[in-house]
């Protein structure tokens, strides 16, 4: 799992934010963001705005487990691939 996830025990959760410089690439994002969720059948709560998606992982048990680990690194997978498109 990325350094970019925020780790917290109370609720037992993982929190991240994504910054994005145009929306269209931001919903596209998004739409890649809900195929890994739907996949895992595990769904994070998003916020967004024109700029910027925030993502919490929020475990369905009192510690993080496989599917929540699985779910993170999903979304940091698909945000890479995003990325290195728009450089290539």
Not at 59 to 66: A, G, K, P, Q, V
Request: with cysteine.
């Amino acid at each position: 799992m990325n350094e970019r996830w925020k780790q917290k025990k109370k609720p037992a959760s993982l929190e991240t934010r994504f910054d994005f410089d145009d929306y269209d690439k931001l919903r596209t994002f998004l739409d890649e963001l809900a195929e890994v969720a739907e996949k895992l059948e595990h769904h994070p709560n998003i916020s967004f705005s024109k700029s910027h998606v925030s993502v919490i992982i929020y475990s369905t048990t009192d510690e993080l487990n496989d599917v929540d680990v699985a779910l993170a690194d999903g979304i940091d997978q698909c945000f890479h691939r995003f990325t290195a498109q728009l450089e290539g």
